[in-house]
């Protein structure tokens, strides 16, 4: 999945892929709290359901917090921490894309799980976030899988870590970052399909009106009617609320909102794909899914180096 707020440089990016880790995941299984929560998935299953009552916009928000946090120190839930001197990973440029409605989904759901005396403090922010994310797609219409689980929460959270794509980066950086976090071509085009869901800010891609060829024009004029501030914002497929390979018919079609998500299409080594998820939702979905898992055992914590949160907004 691309990001909204990239930083311009790959090289650090691999500094910091270097210092996570990608596959810590020894501990990481399915039932992983079988006896320890029996009710976890249908608790944080009911509370993303009244979530997504009360906004619309939750969904997208929790897959995309899911991505940010995996991406940059592993799934640790460290981009929910907050910092008393604001120096956190949501403080980060590359981070302010972030919605509150992802956060809140996360700490309602943490909240719902503490309420069962069995599971009280007993079950991790990162875990949490990873059902989050996932119940968020499933509710969308999108595919069920399973989520492994046993993370530890980290206990570092600086601006400094957040290295992540641009919105104008090319294939090759694109493969670059997605590669240095264990994942394909294929993985990163799969998760790429997560921008079926949301909108992003017009700052983000209003450079790209009437100046890039690869936009439709009809697109363009659009959006250029749309985005009469750089506050204003776009939806990032027609179908922003459900999630379907409608992302990628708007590839084919010179509708993509951001420039990294359009590469996907103009460059001939990836078009292929692109074009199989366009007429295949179903191997778009299961290709979603297995890029999701492995996404999943990025930078795992253990015991030895994490903690389980009372508060994911805290280190205890």
Not at 85 to 110: C, M, Y
Not at 259 to 286: E, H, I, K, M, W
Not at 308 to 314: A, E, F, L, V
Request: charged share 20%; glycine share 10%.
């Amino acid at each position: 999945m691309a990001n909204l707020g990239w930083l311009a440089s790959l090289a650090a990016a691999v500094v910091v892929v270097a210092l996570r880790s990608p596959f810590a995941t020894a501990q990481l299984r399915p039932g992983y709290y079988a006896s320890i929560c029996p009710n976890l998935e249908t608790i944080v299953r009911n509370s993303v359901r009244q979530s997504m009552a009360q906004s619309q916009i939750s969904a997208g928000a929790t897959l995309r917090l899911f991505f940010h946090d995996c991406a940059v120190r592993g799934c640790d839930a460290s981009v929910m921490i907050v910092n008393s001197n604001g120096d956190d990973e949501w403080g980060s440029p590359d981070d302010q894309s972030l919605k509150p409605q992802g956060f809140q989904t996360v700490l309602d759901a943490k909240a719902a799980v503490d309420k069962d005396p069995q599971c009280r403090y007993k079950v991790s922010c990162a875990d949490i976030l990873a059902l989050a994310a996932r119940e968020s797609v499933v509710q969308s219409g999108g595919p069920y899988y399973q989520v492994e689980l046993g993370r530890y929460d980290g206990k570092v959270s600086t601006k400094s870590s957040v290295v992540l794509p641009h919105v104008d980066f090319n294939l090759d950086k694109l493969n670059g970052f997605f590669s240095g976090l264990g994942l394909s071509q294929t993985d990163m085009i799969a998760l790429s399909g997560g921008h079926t869901m949301g909108a992003a800010d017009c700052s983000f891609f209003q450079s790209r009106i009437g100046t890039d060829p690869t936009m439709d024009s009809g697109f363009a004029a659009q959006l250029r009617g749309t985005c009469t501030s750089s506050q204003s914002s776009a939806f990032l497929d027609p179908t922003p609320l459900g999630f379907d390979n409608s992302y990628y018919k708007n590839l084919q079609g010179g509708r993509g909102l951001l420039g990294s998500d359009q590469v996907l299409y103009t460059d001939p080594r990836s078009r292929g794909t692109v074009n199989y998820y366009a007429s295949n939702q179903g191997t778009f979905f299961y290709d979603f899914t297995v890029a999701m898992t492995k996404l999943g055992r990025v930078g795992v914590k253990t015991a030895a180096d994490g903690e389980i949160r009372r508060d994911c907004r805290y280190t205890n």
